[in-house]
């Protein structure tokens, strides 16, 4: 509040404020938060003794946390900052939906000097007795919007046993969406088949953003070059087959927006749902390799994007099953060599005492072990190995290689 001296007579003007929020950007409530503005705009304008402090204005924002609300954060700054002697707000569920948030920032208001006006339920913060009955009202508000969030996951669950959904924006790279609710592939999905092509074909992440970035191949909301991540979540989305699978992850608390823990829920797949981009055959393939490298990751194997030694989730320990990892070493004459280790022991993890083999005696236990089955030994051992061998154990006592034919070798 200000005195403003006209004539030598003393004047009190308020600086008001206005806070109003839709919570989507959908035409119905552009329409209504635009219609929010303008009327309070007139409203401080036609009181003499109010002077406009600013309208605040979050668009498509959820009222459930103001952390998510730049505009609303704003005001509290200015607030603080000795800027608003009044708040206008049409109702508390526009303030927000969260009865602990309400309450807590219209005391912190209140402690400021500021007035926080609530227009449909007629009250202030200033009130003697507004604290109770704001309490009420707010966990009535909070109740509102748990309801709400049942309903529309009643609907989405009901839609999704009828295959009925929604693709957010409307957007997928590779792919429009028809008037009746089908995707139909469009003049990117060259760039969906080059990446499962590639990597079916055993290219790493890496080579094939390297071989989409030649091809000139766009992404759909940026210019910069495809990155592995994204080519990895492309190469797992089952649209790309032309299946959909509706549910993916459990539903979200209305409050936090993170998904519920242990929360029940039913992922549904309609297969075929419309075209595919890529055939069921490279699919599976794909898939298949995903898997595997999965398991890699989920026994401590970790592979680099660019191309790693042969022996890598070839070689384990027979001690732990954890695979064995490539290390440099260095003997008493200063002379460098290389040897594989037990990742459980290096890792500390396990408690494994496995001892180190060195790569050169572990080449020749395996080069002897394919010459007794009349393999022909060629090059520099890494396409004969590959091509033949599908594990080895290795212990203290034994070394013990699985051939890609199911065999096993004589214990060496």
């Known amino acids: 509040m200000k005195i403003i001296k006209i004539g030598g007579i003393g004047k009190v003007s308020y600086r008001v404020a206005a806070y109003c929020r ?21 409203l401080i304008a036609s009181r003499s003794s109010w002077e406009m ?10 009222g459930t946390g103001v952390e998510h609300r730049p505009r609303f954060m704003q005001m509290m700054t200015d607030a603080k900052s000795g800027r608003i002697d009044i708040i206008l707000v049409k109702s508390i569920s526009r303030f927000a939906r969260n009865a602990a948030d309400c309450q807590n920032y219209t005391r912190e208001l209140k402690s400021y000097g500021v007035e926080v006006r609530f227009e449909r339920e007629g009250i202030s913060n200033m009130d003697p007795s507004a604290d ?28 999704f046993e009828k295959g009925i959904y929604h693709m957010g924006n409307n957007r997928l790279l590779g792919y429009d969406m028809g008037e009746d609710g089908k995707l139909t592939p469009n003049q990117d999905a060259w760039i969906i088949r080059k990446m499962f092509e590639g990597y079916a074909a055993g290219m790493n992440l890496k080579e094939i953003c390297d071989a989409l970035d030649t091809a000139g191949a766009k992404r759909l909301r940026s210019d910069n070059p495809f990155i592995p991540i994204t080519v990895w979540r492309i190469l797992r989305n089952e649209k790309y087959v032309g299946d959909l699978r ?27 749902e419309h075209e595919g981009i890529v055939s069921r055959e490279i699919w599976n393939i794909v898939q298949e390799r995903i898997r595997a490298a999965e398991r890699d990751r989920a026994a401590g194997l970790c592979r680099n994007k660019t191309k790693t030694h042969y022996f ?11 695979p064995m990892i490539r290390r440099s070493y260095t003997n008493q004459n200063k002379t460098k060599y290389k040897a594989w280790n037990c990742r459980g022991r290096q890792k500390q993890k396990n408690g494994c005492r496995n001892p180190a083999i060195r790569e050169d005696d572990l080449i020749a236990e395996i080069v002897s072990a394919l010459s ?41």
């Not at 119905?28 to 503005?37: G, L, M, P, R, V």
């Not at 402090?53 to 959820?62: C, K, L, M």
């Not at 520099?380 to 154990?393: P, Q, S």
Request: aromatic share 12%; with cysteine; hydrophobic share 30%.
């Open 22 to 42: 839709v919570s989507t950007g959908k035409d119905a409530q552009q329409e209504s938060f635009e219609t929010q503005k303008s009327y309070y705009t007139k």
């Open 53 to 62: 402090a600013e309208i605040y204005a979050d668009e498509g924002r959820s």
């Open 132 to 159: 109770f009955i704001f309490s009420m009202l707010a966990v009535v508000a909070q109740e509102e919007s748990h309801s709400i969030s049942e309903n529309v996951r009643w609907r989405y669950k009901k839609d």
């Open 246 to 272: 509706l549910q993916k992850e459990a539903p979200t608390d209305y409050l936090t927006k993170k998904p519920l823990e242990n929360a029940e829920y039913t992922t549904y797949l309609v297969e075929n």
């Open 312 to 322: 890598y989730g070839i070689v384990y320990c027979a001690e732990c099953g954890s």
């Open 372 to 412: 007794s089955r009349g393999v022909e030994i060629y090059g520099e051992y890494e396409e004969t190995i590959t091509a033949n061998v599908r594990r080895v154990d290795v212990s203290t006592e034994e070394i013990r290689i699985t051939f890609n034919d199911g065999e096993d070798a004589a214990d060496v």
